[in-house]
């Protein structure tokens, strides 16, 4: 019996090893997992906007805002200013050659038409340089606004009438126009308020924008929208002032005189400016 006994007392030490490598074990586990933890994780990819409920399950609008979504998600690198090598819409010069040009200006668009260089994408053009490296390039707009135009354009092109056999109303184009010039003035009004609206404003593109609004206004009246409309309040009613929606370009060139706006391109802007300035001569100004 005596032997067993040392046999039991020879086990009690055996155990205490057992659990000095069970607490070995866990220390080094313990230890694993600290420097686990202290490594630097990969960073998680941003989580997808939220789609719009506006949209069906299966929709192609949806697709494009979704991207356009997705590219805007970080707010410094969205609204930095970037150059456009050129306009990203068609102007129509590329018939000038054919047609009787009877301004000097008009010749001189004509030229520089043909002596554009092509459009590369931002290899050697200057598509996507930031603007502030080119403050004298004239074409310029947000990372922002640059894909939120191409998203527009592809938002139109699937909703062409042309599609869906439809024929235009011409009144309800007209009333869209003047609904999109009053927008827009509300938009300088904003801008005015918060102190934006100047030469050394941060808002780097305003002579442009303003430019090619004045263009519209005019290109549009060849098609009869924005011909005529009725006199109707101009911003509160205890303010007094009325004007015609259709005077948009007048109202436009107005604002940029009033905060010395520099018009910028397209380049007939001097002829644009005085035949606009002509147009506001009659009583029509009184709504300013």
């Not at 399950?57 to 805002?65: C, I, L, P, Q, T």
């Not at 100047?198 to 593109?205: A, D, L, T």
């Not at 018009?263 to 147009?279: A, F, Y």
Request: proline share 7%; with cysteine; aromatic share 6%.
């Amino acid at each position: 019996m005596p032997p067993k006994r040392a046999a039991a007392a020879k086990a009690g030490p055996a155990k205490k090893a057992k659990s000095s490598e069970s607490s070995e074990s866990m220390s080094a586990g313990a230890s694993a997992s600290a420097s686990a933890t202290s490594e630097p994780e990969a960073p998680a990819a941003p989580a997808a906007p939220p789609r719009n409920k506006r949209w069906a399950k299966v929709s192609g609008s949806a697709n494009v805002d979704a991207n356009y979504l997705h590219l805007v998600q970080n707010p410094l690198e969205a609204y930095k200013y970037v150059c456009l090598c050129q306009p990203p819409f068609s102007t129509g010069d590329d018939d000038s050659d054919e047609e009787d040009e009877e301004e000097e200006e008009e010749e001189d668009e004509a030229v520089d038409v043909r002596s554009r260089k092509p459009c590369d994408g931002g290899d050697k053009c200057l598509c996507e340089k930031l603007a502030s490296e080119h403050p004298d390039h004239p074409w310029k707009l947000t990372f922002a606004a640059k894909h939120k135009f191409s998203c527009q354009r592809i938002h139109c092109d699937i909703r062409c009438p042309d599609s869906f056999s439809m024929a235009d109303d011409g009144d309800i184009i007209n009333e869209t126009f003047q609904l999109i010039g009053r927008l827009f003035l509300s938009m300088l009004t904003r801008l005015a308020k918060d102190n934006l609206l100047s030469p050394s404003s941060e808002v780097q593109n305003a002579g442009l924008i303003m430019a090619l609004f004045i263009q519209l206004t005019r290109d549009l009246r060849e098609y009869g929208i924005l011909d005529d409309s009725n006199k109707e309040s101009l911003g509160p009613a205890k303010d007094k002032k009325k004007w015609y929606p259709h005077t948009l370009n007048e109202q436009i060139l107005m604002w940029a005189k009033k905060y010395d706006i520099k018009l910028v391109r397209p380049s007939n802007i001097n002829s644009l400016i005085s035949q606009t300035e002509g147009e506001g001569e009659g009583d029509r100004r009184s709504y300013c």
